[in-house]
């Protein structure tokens, strides 16, 4: 079994409900344990509890992060 830990969160609020959430987690098993970064989209529900949508993980690669950070920055 796998078992999933927050490390560190960031959240923005957009749009009526929506937010995008940058998360440092740490998926640890009886045999190991890996750190990646999740790219979360959810929503809120009319009583405030959020629900997620859709996720996307980064290794914890330097070199991959500054990949993804500066493609989506020539993207505006």
Same mark, same amino acid.
């Given at each position: 079994? $796998?078992? =999933?830990?927050s490390?560190?969160?960031?959240?923005?609020?957009?749009?009526?409900?929506?937010f995008?959430? $940058? *998360?440092?987690?740490? *998926?640890?098993?009886?045999e190991? +344990?890996?750190? =990646? %970064? @999740?790219?979360?989209?959810? =929503?809120f529900? !009319?009583?405030?509890? /959020? /629900?997620?949508? /859709? @996720?996307? *993980?980064? !290794? %914890?690669?330097?070199? $991959? $992060? +500054?990949?993804? @950070? @500066?493609?989506?920055?020539?993207?505006?």
């Amino acid at each position: 079994m $796998v078992e =999933f830990e927050s490390i560190k969160t960031e959240e923005i609020k957009f749009g009526n409900n929506n937010f995008i959430e $940058v *998360a440092r987690k740490k *998926a640890v098993s009886e045999e190991n +344990e890996n750190e =990646f %970064i @999740s790219i979360s989209k959810g =929503f809120f529900t !009319p009583d405030g509890q /959020r /629900r997620y949508k /859709r @996720s996307f *993980a980064l !290794p %914890i690669d330097q070199e $991959v $992060v +500054e990949f993804v @950070s @500066s493609k989506i920055k020539d993207m505006l």
